[in-house]
Structure formats: C-alpha cells, structure tokens
C-alpha cells in the first residue's frame, strides 16, 4: 500500500503537497483561532506540514494517516525537527476508511478528495470523526472560468468538465450538504507557479541522476509537455482552495 514512485519523484522536494504556500498554510491556522490542545484528524496528511506547523505555532495536537510510505517518514521527521513529536502523530495507513478512536475538534482532508469518491463522500467520512460544533477543512480544485471544450478539461487532468465546478457552485454545493462556510483560504496563480514548477525541476534531477530507469521515459515526456500545457491550461482554468466548513 504506497503511491506510485512517480508521484514521489515529482514532489520529492515539497513539504505541501498542494498548490498551497506555506504563507498561506500560515494564514489558515491563524484564521481559525485554534486553541492550545486542539485536537486535529488530516487524513492523507502527506508530508505532515499542516498538523507538524500548526502543533508548533498554535499548540494543537493530532493524528495524520497517509498512504505514502515516503510522506509518512518525511512527515515524522518534521514532527522531530520542529519539537513537536510529542503532539503529533502519523500513520501510514488507508485514509479512506480512518475513523478517529476520540472524537476530534477539527478534521481536515486538503487536496485529496478522492478518498471519498468526491466532496460529498468525503464531508461523510470526516464527520464520522468530528464532535459536534467542529470544523471540518476540505481542500478541493474549482474551475476558474469554464473550460471551453474537453481537451481543456482533460490537460488540467480532469476527466470532464464535470469534475470541477466553479467556485460559487462549489460553496454552493457545502450548503446543500449542510454545511455554512466559515472561512477559506484560496491559493492563487503564483502558489500554483510555486508547486507545479518545482514538480520540473524535481523530475529533471532525478532524471540526470537515473536515465536508464523504467520510469524515465515517462518522466522525460512529462517534463518535454507539461509546462507548456500548464501554462496554456490549467494555469488559467484551474483554481484551488482550502475551506473550513461548520454544520447547520
């Protein structure tokens, strides 16, 4: 159970596994007001930024669970290089089935939604583990403009224009799902700059280092297209945002 060496190659130098600043990761936690002792669910916790920052600067504790087996000992040794081992801990593990032993104050899932199969399935897992009067953090892409055709749609690796909605019908959709918007945090075009670029310069060193890997074919395609199509696509089509959600 792991991700494809792939995905760790191409994002082997991040700590936040999304079009996400840390600035802005920042902004999140101080916006929410969280206390000392907080206890915080991230289910496919990555790298572990969010709880290992947010236990050093707020003082909250918590439990992140990640497929990845790399992310997951990144995630740790974050914990231990910023003091905070003993307030954060990290499973490797399936988050699409977690359910936290202790009701938790605040329970997040940024950027992987398909632990649900979606926004909805996903909103139901998290409040399987979330006290009442909790936050719930998703973490989910929107369209910024509407995609003209489907090859639009598909070089910002949707499926479909209906993978996406745009941002209004997206905080549209928590509301039909129960739930008031309290606050978010979007990442804008330089946070998308910031992720996808280093995603290059990662597979371009690792291509130096292993050119007779399986894999280096496939990566030396990636590196050759996709900025390119990035730039022409998904750098204007496709948004991203982090939102903090409470039940009616």
Same mark, same amino acid.
């Given at each position: ?27 999140? !936690?101080? @916006?929410?007001?969280?206390? @000392? ?28 669970? =990640? ?11 974050? @914990? ?6 003993? $307030?954060?801990?990290?499973?490797? !593990?399936?988050?699409? !089935? ?21 926004? @909805? ?5 998290? &409040? ?21 055709? $489907?090859?639009?749609? /598909? ?9 996406? &909605? ?9 509301? /039909?799902?129960?739930? =008031? ?7 804008? $075009? ?59």
């Amino acid at each position: 159970m792991d991700l494809p060496r792939s995905f760790t190659i191409r994002e082997s130098s991040h700590r936040i596994h999304n079009p996400f600043a840390s600035e802005k990761l920042a902004a999140l !936690g101080q @916006a929410l007001h969280m206390a @000392a002792g907080t206890l915080v669910l991230d289910l496919a916790s990555g790298s572990g930024e969010m709880l290992c920052t947010w236990a050093h600067a707020h003082g909250i504790v918590g439990t992140g669970v =990640d497929i990845s087996t790399e992310f997951t000992a990144r995630a740790r040794a974050r @914990a231990s290089e910023l003091g905070v081992a003993d $307030q954060v801990d990290f499973i490797h !593990g399936d988050a699409s !089935g977690y359910v936290a032993d202790e009701s938790v104050d605040l329970a997040a899932c940024i950027g992987a939604t398909w632990i649900g199969n979606g926004v @909805a399935g996903t909103i139901d897992l998290l &409040r399987r583990s979330l006290r009442p009067g909790g936050i719930l953090l998703i973490g989910e892409p929107y369209w910024r403009q509407d995609p003209p055709d $489907q090859h639009t749609a /598909e070089a910002c690796h949707a499926s479909g224009k209906d993978d996406f &909605r745009l941002l209004p019908e997206l905080i549209e959709q928590f509301g /039909e799902l129960g739930y =008031d918007v309290v606050e978010m945090v979007i990442a804008d $075009q330089d946070s998308w700059d910031r992720y996808r670029a280093a995603q290059w310069l990662n597979i371009r060193r690792w291509l130096d280092r292993n050119p007779d890997d399986e894999l280096a074919a496939g990566l030396r395609a990636e590196l050759s297209e996709e900025p390119a199509r990035y730039a022409r696509y998904q750098r204007e089509y496709l948004g991203w945002g982090v939102f903090a959600l409470m039940s009616r």
